[in-house]
T-cell receptor
Framework: DSGVTQTPKHLITATGQRVTLRCSPR?????VYWYQQSLDQGLQFLIQ???????AKGNILERFSAQQFPDLHSELNLSSLELGDSALYFC??????????????FGPGTRLTVL | GENVEQHPSTLSVQEGDSAVIKCTYS??????FPWYKQELGKGPQLIID?????GEKKDQRIAVTLNKTAKHFSLHITETQPEDSAVYFC????????????FGKGTKLTVNP
């Protein structure tokens, strides 16, 4: 158990809908990262938050957004869903955002299926 | 940006044999290289990592080597066991700014009893 929790474990929804994925980082970790895992694209970085502020963006679609709250949990919002958004979404956390202890620990993921 | 290539995509070994997975990276500014193991239905699990100021690191049956000049790094698993069967990912992190992981495509390791 990495200490990173994600809910829900599975999510099935229809095209055009909006969903919210939730992540709680390990105790004491200030950085949260979101990654998408699909068969064709592999593991891709989406976005990083550090202590409530956006630190970096990767290949994240404009239909997707995220935030990190004062208690450091994070939510990833996916809207206007398309079939191609079906994937595993992972959250990872680390103690610092840059330098220092760079180890990232992953949660169990949320499997999103868009029908 | 950084690009990480990983080989082979599949690897099958007999229990007790060694397994080697190789990765190359493109950005010479990358300076941190973790390896993850992902079992079916689970999230990636960090198994070992290495910084660019170190050439080799070992943890029991697992070792990682780094050649900065050639920009490649490798994972070595000795005395493989069936529970080592999983998908292994290498990753690279570039110095400065975000600590985002850039992953290789993964290697599916099967250890046959």
């Amino acid at each position: 158990d990495s200490g990173v929790t994600q809910t829900p474990k599975h999510l099935i929804t229809a095209t055009g809908q909006r969903v919210t994925l939730r992540c709680s980082p390990r105790s004491g970790d200030l950085s949260v990262y979101w990654y998408q895992q699909s068969l064709d694209q592999g593991l891709q970085f989406l976005i990083q938050y550090y202590n409530g502020e956006e630190r970096a963006k990767g290949n994240i679609l404009e239909r997707f957004s995220a935030q990190q709250f004062p208690d450091l949990h994070s939510e990833l919002n996916l809207s206007s869903l398309e079939l191609g958004d079906s994937a595993l979404y992972f959250c990872a956390s680390s103690h610092t955002g840059t330098g220092g202890d760079r180890k990232q620990f992953f949660g169990p993921g949320t499997r999103l299926t868009v029908l | 940006g950084e690009n990480v290539e990983q080989h082979p995509s599949t690897l099958s070994v007999q229990e007790g044999d060694s397994a080697v997975i190789k990765c190359t990276y493109s950005d010479s500014a990358s300076n941190y290289f973790p390896w993850y193991k992902q079992e079916l239905g689970k999230g990636p699990q960090l198994i070992i990592d290495i910084r660019s100021n170190v050439g080799e690191k070992k943890d029991q049956r697992i070792a990682v080597t780094l050649n900065k000049t050639a920009k490649h790094f490798s994972l070595h698993i000795t005395e493989t066991q069936p529970e080592d069967s999983a998908v292994y990912f290498c990753a690279a992190v570039t110095q400065g700014g975000s600590e985002k992981l850039v992953f290789g495509k993964g290697t599916k390791l099967t250890v046959n009893p």
